[in-house]
């Protein structure tokens, strides 16, 4: 059978998964790792301002809440066993540093989380990420 010329020009470039989620760990561009993702706290940009990658079209939707619902929740059930067996403190002061805990656990991981699931779409082509090579 004789061999088939290739076509470079359709040729789809392979997106790695892995380096892209470190660039969306760090809200930074999954394509570039050097413009912002994000315009505020959890508003993903329409588009990098470095390599003008877009990502208007993402749809991380309720996956990073589920996602930090689900650390922060298993965090502070080992903290809440371990402080509680240990030190048995007032159940007031306990209640109060561990609402403190997991409201600035959540805030942190929350737009870490999203830029992961916004940098797995870019990576896997999902959701109109496919356009560009």
């Not at 930090?68 to 509680?84: C, E, K, N, Q, S």
């Not at 561990?98 to 999902?126: D, E, F, H, N």
């Amino acid at each position: 059978m004789p061999d088939q010329p290739t076509s470079t020009a359709n040729a789809i470039v392979e997106r790695e998964t892995k380096p892209a989620i470190w660039k969306g760990l760090r809200r930074r561009c999954p394509n570039c790792g050097e413009g912002a993702l994000f315009q505020g706290y959890l508003k993903v940009a329409d588009s990098c301002p470095v390599c003008h990658e877009e990502f208007h079209h993402h749809r991380a939707d309720d996956g990073p809440a589920y996602l930090t619902i689900l650390i922060v929740g298993h965090i502070l059930a080992l903290l809440m066993h371990f402080i509680w067996s240990q030190f048995r403190p007032d159940p007031l002061i306990f209640a109060t540093v561990l609402t403190i805990v997991c409201v600035g656990l959540s805030l942190y991981l929350l737009p870490r989380l999203k830029g992961m699931i916004v940098a797995i779409q870019w990576a896997r082509r999902m959701h109109g990420f496919g356009g560009k090579s």
